[in-house]
């Protein structure tokens, strides 16, 4: 079945440890996110990237960086920079950039 | 500025009753609208999705929402809630630029279901 998976589901950090996050998509889409979740805040985007080799900042793209080398991967790495980074991680793609959003289970990262 | 208003953060309804939740938006022309509803601790599913044409669109899971010009608004319901429908719903719509990507979400409604 095609769809987004996103690894882990769960990740413990301690403070000052970078953490890369997984997204992996076989949908065949372009465009793919990285949004992050918090009680209360609804969806934030930290980061898009429309196609391969190219990606934008969201709203709170500090402390957060992403690569785009293949179509199927967009990986998203948690700094230690990021001063509040235990929140509920989300992927997304889709077909175009207006269009309809897939999107994983979420991965939920906490820092001891 | 484009946005998404969801008035209602938590809402409980018995078992078996009626549910609308609201969406409002701010756009300058027809947009697309979205409905997407998560369980705890899951992502997001897509319930309905309005394009243009028929103002009142079905989904899945019995849910139905109606786009209405007027009042720029596309509610969510459902004649019948179960409890199995005890979720987070979350109203979108295109971005049209900005750095949002391409759909602005609202806050959200929680939605508690009573037996």
């Given at each position: 079945?095609?769809?987004?998976?996103?690894?882990?589901?769960?990740?413990f950090?301690?403070?000052?440890?970078?953490?890369?996050?997984?997204?992996?998509?076989n949908?065949?889409?372009?465009?793919?996110?990285?949004?992050?979740?918090?009680?209360?805040?609804?969806?934030?985007?930290?980061?898009?990237?429309?196609?391969?080799?190219?990606?934008?900042?969201?709203?709170?793209?500090?402390?957060?960086?992403?690569?785009?080398?293949?179509?199927?991967?967009?990986?998203?790495?948690?700094?230690?920079?990021?001063?509040?980074?235990?929140?509920?991680?989300?992927?997304?793609?889709?077909?175009e950039?207006?269009?309809?959003?897939?999107?994983?289970?979420?991965?939920?990262?906490?820092?001891? | 500025?484009?946005?998404?208003?969801?008035?209602?953060?938590?809402?409980?309804?018995?078992?078996?009753?009626?549910?609308e939740?609201?969406?409002?938006?701010?756009?300058?022309?027809?947009?697309?609208?979205?409905?997407?509803?998560?369980?705890?601790?899951?992502?997001l599913?897509?319930?309905?999705?309005?394009?243009?044409?028929?103002?009142?669109?079905?989904?899945?899971?019995?849910?139905?929402?109606?786009?209405?010009?007027?009042?720029?608004?596309?509610?969510?319901?459902?004649?019948?809630?179960?409890?199995?429908?005890?979720?987070?719903?979350?109203?979108?719509?295109?971005?049209?630029?900005?750095?949002?990507?391409?759909?602005?979400?609202?806050?959200?409604?929680?939605?508690?279901?009573?037996?």
């Amino acid at each position: 079945d095609g769809g987004i998976t996103q690894s882990p589901k769960y990740l413990f950090r301690k403070e000052g440890q970078n953490v890369t996050l997984s997204c992996e998509q076989n949908l065949n889409h372009d465009a793919m996110y990285w949004y992050r979740q918090d009680p209360g805040q609804g969806l934030r985007l930290i980061y898009y990237s429309q196609i391969v080799n190219d990606f934008q900042k969201g709203d709170i793209a500090e402390g957060y960086s992403v690569s785009r080398e293949k179509k199927e991967s967009f990986p998203l790495t948690v700094t230690s920079a990021q001063k509040n980074p235990t929140a509920f991680y989300l992927c997304a793609s889709s077909i175009e950039i207006t269009g309809e959003l897939f999107f994983g289970e979420g991965s939920r990262l906490t820092v001891l | 500025a484009q946005s998404v208003t969801q008035p209602d953060i938590h809402i409980t309804v018995s078992e078996g009753a009626s549910l609308e939740l609201r969406c409002n938006y701010s756009y300058g022309a027809t947009p697309y609208l979205f409905w997407y509803v998560q369980s705890p601790g899951q992502g997001l599913q897509l319930l309905l999705k309005y394009f243009s044409g028929d103002t009142l669109v079905q989904g899945i899971k019995g849910f139905e929402a109606e786009f209405k010009r007027s009042q720029s608004s596309f509610n969510l319901r459902k004649p019948s809630v179960h409890w199995s429908d005890a979720a987070e719903y979350f109203c979108a719509a295109p971005n049209y630029g900005g750095s949002q990507g391409n759909l602005i979400f609202g806050k959200g409604t929680k939605l508690s279901v009573k037996p």
